[in-house]
């Protein structure tokens, strides 16, 4: 795994970082709605995108659901695009709503 800001990306274009993402044979981990948008648009067949809907997450949680969700899906995401939105809610609402 590698953040935007890790390889000079933080202030990138979403299409900036898609274009580097199929460069390098990546998957695109995001929080944001509009890289599925601009792959749809695009007609793109990569990178595959996996979106987090789950707001609040502090980094050990955030890698943890990465590591685990990633490896039950590899096969499908290096197939090509995947769009993946993981959970709806944030954290209180789903706590809430048990």
């Known amino acids: 795994m590698v953040h935007t800001h890790e390889i000079g990306l933080a202030a990138a274009s979403d299409k900036v970082i ?22 749809a648009t695009t007609s793109a067949q990569q990178p595959s995108v996996v979106r987090i809907r789950i707001e609040g997450l502090n980094h050990e949680v955030m890698t943890a659901l990465l590591q685990r969700e990633l490896t039950i899906r590899e096969p499908m995401l290096k197939a090509g695009v995947s769009h993946f939105n993981y959970g709806t809610r944030s954290p209180a609402a789903q706590t809430a709503a048990a």
């Open 18 to 39: 898609l274009l580097r993402a199929k460069a390098e044979d990546r998957v695109v981990v995001t929080l944001d709605a509009d890289f599925h948008q601009l792959l």
